[in-house]
């Protein structure tokens, strides 16, 4: 058979086309919610993504916007850029994606007088559930998608625009800037510089009412703006939750285990702002409610644009706050996000998959016992959603296990087709397979309310009833049935959850892939015990006998790889030096490249370069990438299910290769000279020269600290399939670093 | 804000796993020939020097002039190789040390009617060359590259120092006139005429021995996959052994004592040194 395989470039730029046939598919449509997928950034890539940081800096330098020195204009710069490129390139940041584009279109209406100042600003999305907005010195306004779900309405994102805006138009970074320079040594700095901050925040609010007010937006809507912010810590509504949502038809949860009370939202509006950068909710209400006696002819404006649009919108940013709880491990707020919006959207396959992760995730915790961090704790209980949080807190393991596996597989049974549902459950059954605390031997195949009327019946009549079914036992079977979790006596109402699960244990295909994943977790457990117990003179014949036989954990036989991003950040002076990292990020790159090239290991970097090169898809990739970087190491030693399966999954066809790499190197310079010494060797003069010749340059020349870091992801499965750190006392030269890749790379072509 | 946190992520993923390792040499060649060149200003590099109080003298426009011997060097040839775990290293380390040892300030001479009689003079400084022959082992830091990077050098070998077979210049520092055969003539002219006919009466044939003690730091800087560029610095302390019967050398009708020679040439031996090393080194 003739098999034709294209070069990579070829099918990397089939794959471009592809995504941009896509999106521009997208762009004329909406997105369908009962398919939601996360959002990316749209149409061509803005100057801010691609340019490196030294050319943002020069190219302000060269435009002279400001009034400061040049020595003093270039720190400023320097650290305006490089904090705000780090959050550009941090795979969060999106454009020209529908909600950049809403916020744009809310700003075009806002600065229709002004088209000068419109010319300069840019508005991106943040993807995080924070909820807030900011404008930087480069004329960035970024908007989160916590902020766009908690809106009531277009005036109020009209009105904090217009705050950014001010922001801007009054230069309050700079400023800001120049008076922490000016009050470096002040006493009582911070509170100080709060107030400082305040008065700039105030000035904001009054000047957004400007633009606000001309653009003929409604009055009513501005205080309420403030009510956003006071309770934006909250979920993006306020909905009961029914204790029949957690119960199915074969699984009944007793009362006991859920919230007899009502837990009030305790937000107070004068809160104590002595430290905070933001006057409390009160001081602004009370400030702007003066200011607004200032304008008269008040507009009625509160949707510019259609409310279902403003709604739909809105609705994007809700469903991407699932994905991001799910990022983050905050497992109990994305399944209370998935209770609000199934209402809405009950067949979103979406959901269904995000409610699977959250399930996937609460058992993956709760069997490393990290099940705390993913629930917020009790004194957070707040508002309806604390009934959520309650339950799930109340949960112990076989309740989670069990719950779990109902949920899990009634959402892949309800989408059988689902392949990113059918991966879910299969990382479920190997979770069981791999627990010490589950065993199906545990669950009746009688359901709860079956058993507690069988309970509840009067003894004689149900021992004749059960009789008649029996054959007649012997004693041993008779205590075994005693034994038995079907047995009436053992029954306890508090243990629903063994009464949960009757009919998956008729299921044979899920058994047996629960037995074998089971069977496959003893060998190994019986073989790492094996080797646990040998003397160490076994172990070392044992190593001798089976030398072939590798137990390197690098040799994963690596031969294609999406290397994400190199990174090398170069510390100069204790921080970072933007200049040098920049560069030699740069020569890191081509290191890498050239050193799997040597070792046949075929490469593929998204990084700068790539992004530059080849734009919005390159750039996508790259976020995506980061989001399963992100979600790994947030969940630490717990393999998390990729939230964006679907895209790494199409990353993963379009290179080839599921092994994805990322890397990093810092390097440090600090010379550890103990003045002491010098001190005492002068004192004993005759031993100051070996002191200045022997220790100091020693010292001096031990100083670098270069530390390379790779970490290897199996996009298929999440799952960090080997990791590597060394550190070196050198600087991170070229030799050094290729020296160290190549060994790295001959490790992971290897064969285990 | 959140690329710190990706930052923090690798470093977090990676930084406590068990799979950390010490990779092994450069781009994983670990054998190495190194050609090293070795200075030493003694002004500050002689810890613990002194000249015993006498002059330095160096050829000048056919004469001899006080000097004082600011600058010595050597050079070094290395043949190395990192141990199984690429952090530490084993090599043998041969080469020489120039030096320079003070003459003699006595000339014996001897006239059959009046016998020997002491004539001061001033000697050209003696060229000494120290071989050395040192076994190093070489403690890497955390994480270099052996041969590459920084490395502790520490070693113990054996010196063998001779003075330079060559012609080396005196003259007379003695106007005084003697009775030398059958006239009064004075002592340069004496000097003089024994030099002309005879040179000078060192004896190059004796070797002092001894051995010595380096740590160094050094650190080896790559400038291409098999070449490094080497720099560092040395510290090494010379112990001659006992001293043997130098004796007399003897050139018929005069000559000089080897003890004082030799005292000389083991002062300048023994001295402990600080140098600067620079080289290049070859990794296979």
Redesign the interface.
């Known amino acids: 058979m003739l098999r034709f395989s294209f070069p990579p470039a070829f099918r990397r730029s089939c794959c471009i086309l592809l995504t941009a046939a896509i999106v521009s598919c997208k762009l004329l449509g909406q997105q369908d919610f009962n398919h939601f997928q996360t959002l990316q950034s749209q149409g061509a890539i803005p100057g801010d993504f691609f340019k490196a940081t030294s050319e943002k800096i020069a190219e302000d330098m060269d435009a002279k916007r400001t009034d400061l020195s040049t020595a003093k204009e270039k720190e400023f710069l320097e650290n305006i850029h490089s ?1 705000i490129d ?2 550009l ?4 940041v999106i454009y020209g994606d529908e909600i950049s584009e809403y916020v744009s279109a809310v700003a075009d209406n806002l600065l229709r007088n002004e088209p000068e100042l419109r010319r300069q600003l840019r508005f991106y999305t943040i993807k995080s559930n924070e909820t807030n907005a900011l404008s930087t010195d480069q004329g960035i306004v970024f908007v989160t998608t916590g902020l766009v779900s908690q809106l009531a309405s277009e005036a109020q994102l009209a009105y904090i625009l217009s705050h950014e805006i001010s922001h801007y138009t009054e230069k309050h970074v700079i400023q800001t800037y120049s008076w922490k320079r000016e009050n470096a040594y002040e006493r009582n700095r911070l509170e100080k510089l709060s107030a400082y901050s305040k008065e700039h925040e105030f000035e904001a609010d009054k000047l957004a009412l400007r633009r606000y007010h001309a653009a003929g937006y409604s009055k009513e809507e501005v205080l309420s703006t403030f009510d956003v912010l006071m309770y934006s810590y909250l979920p993006f509504d306020e909905i009961e939750v029914p204790n029949s949502y957690f119960m199915t038809e074969r699984l009944y949860i007793p009362d006991s285990y859920f919230a007899t009370k009502k837990y009030p939202i305790k937000a107070n509006e004068n809160y104590n702002d002595d430290r905070s950068s933001h006057p409390n909710i009160k001081k602004r209400k009370d400030a702007i409610t003066l200011s607004l006696k200032d304008y008269a002819n008040w507009g009625t404006v509160v949707f510019s644009q259609s409310v279902e649009h403003f709604n739909y919108i809105r609705n994007l940013a809700r469903f991407e706050s699932i994905r991001t709880d799910i990022i983050s491990a905050d497992f109990g707020e994305a399944l209370y996000s998935v209770f609000l919006l199934e209402r809405e959207y009950p067949e979103s396959v979406y959901l269904k998959q995000m409610k699977a992760l959250a399930w996937l995730g609460l058992l993956q915790f709760r069997e490393e016992g990290h099940h705390n961090k993913t629930v917020p704790a009790s004194n957070d209980y707040e508002g309806e959603s604390a009934a959520m949080y309650y339950f799930l807190r109340k949960l112990n393991k076989n309740a989670t296990q069990t719950l779990a596996i109902r949920n899990i597989l009634d959402l892949q049974r309800s989408l059988p087709e689902d392949e990113m549902l059918a991966e879910i459950r299969k990382r479920l059954t190997k979770t069981l397979a791999g627990s010490s605390h589950f065993s199906w031997s545990d669950y009746s195949t009688v359901d709860f309310h079956t058993m507690a009327q069988r309970s509840a019946a009067p003894p004689d009549s149900l021992k004749t009833a059960l009789s008649e079914e029996e054959k007649p036992q012997s004693k041993y079977d008779r205590i075994k049935s005693q034994k038995s979790v079907n047995s009436i006596e053992r029954f306890d109402s508090t243990q629903f959850y063994f009464y949960g699960l009757g009919d998956i244990l008729s299921d044979t295909a899920f058994l047996d892939e629960y037995h074998n994943y089971k069977n496959e977790y003893n060998a190994r457990k019986a073989h790492e015990e094996k080797l646990n117990a040998m003397t160490p003179k076994e172990r070392y014949e044992y190593d001798r006998e089976h030398k072939g036989e590798t137990d390197n ?2 040799a994963i036989h690596l031969e294609k790889t999406v290397l994400t991003q190199p ?1 090398i ?1 170069d510390h100069r002076k204790g921080k970072p030096d933007r200049y040098a990292s920049e560069k030699l990020t740069m020569k890191l790159s081509e290191i890498l490249e050239n050193v799997s090239q040597n070792h046949g290991v075929e490469i593929n970097t998204i990084d700068h370069n790539d992004i530059r090169l080849n734009g919005t898809a390159s750039f996508n990739e790259r976020s995506t990438l ?1 989001g399963l ?2 979600q ?2 947030r969940y ?1 030693d717990i393999n998390a299910f990729p939230a964006d399966y679907m895209l790494l999954k199409t990353i993963r066809e379009t290179y080839g290769t599921s092994d994805l790499m ?3 190197v ?1 390097h440090h310079y600090k010379a550890d000279i103990n003045i002491a010494i010098i001190g005492v060797s002068t004192l004993l003069f005759p031993t100051l ?2 002191t200045l ?2 220790y100091v ?2 010292q001096l ?2 100083g ?1 600290r270069t ?1 390379i ?3 290897i992801i199996d996009a298929a499965s999440g799952t ?1 399939k ?9 600087k991170p ?1 070229a ?2 670093l ?3 890749y ?3 790379f ?2 992971l072509k290897q064969t285990h | ?15 406590f ?12 060649k670990t054998q190495f020939v190194e050609f090293n060149s070795l200075s030493c200003f003694n002004a ?1 590099s002689h ?1 613990g020097y002194y000249n015993g109080g006498y002059y330095s003298y160096s050829p000048s426009e056919n004469s001899l002039s006080r000097s004082t011997d600011k600058f010595n060097y050597g050079w070094n040839v290395t043949v190395g190789t990192a141990l199984k775990k690429g952090n530490a290293g084993f090599s043998l380390q041969t080469g020489f040390w120039y030096s320079n040892a003070n003459g003699p300030s006595d000339l014996r001479v001897y006239d059959p009617q009046n016998g020997w009689f002491t004539a001061y003079i001033a000697h050209e400084n003696l060229r000494v060359r120290t071989f050395i022959l040192m076994p190093v082992v070489h403690l890497t ?5 052996f041969p ?3 490395n502790h050098e520490i070693g113990f070998g054996l010196l063998s120092s001779r003075i330079a077979d060559r012609e080396y210049a005196l003259k007379s520092m003695d106007e005084g006139s003697y009775y030398w055969n059958g006239t009064y003539t004075p002592v340069n002219k004496i000097v003089d005429s024994i030099y002309q006919s005879k040179g000078s009466p060192i004896d190059t044939k004796s070797a002092i021995k001894g051995y010595s003690i380096l740590y160094g ?1 050094k ?1 080896r ?5 098999n070449v490094v560029i080497s720099w ?2 040395r ?1 090494t302390l010379n112990f001659t052994f006992k001293s043997q019967d130098y004796g007399w050398s003897d050139q018929g009708n005069y000559g000089i004592s080897n003890i004082e020679v030799y005292e000389s040439v083991k002062r300048v031996v023994s001295n402990n040194r ?1 140098s600067l090393n620079v080289g290049a080194a070859w990794i296979l």
Do not use: C, D, W
Request: proline share 4%; glycine share 8%; aromatic share 12%.
């Open positions: 904090s780090h959050l390139h941090s795979g969060s954990p690098l990174v950040v980061y970087l992100e790994t190491a630490e990322y890397t990093m810092e020269p070996i010749l022997g340059p020693i020349l031990r670098h530390t870091s790779a970490v960090v080997t990791a590597y750190h060394v550190e070196m006392r050198n030269g030799y050094y290729g020296s160290v190549n060994y790295l001959s490790q | 804000m959140r690329k710190v946190i990706l930052f923090q992520t690798i470093i977090t993923l990676t930084a796993s068990a799979f950390a390792q010490n990779k092994k040499g450069l781009f994983g500050f810890l830091e955390n994480g270099s590259f590459a990077g920084l730091i650190f800087t790559p400038v291409s996959k560092g610095l510290y600080l």
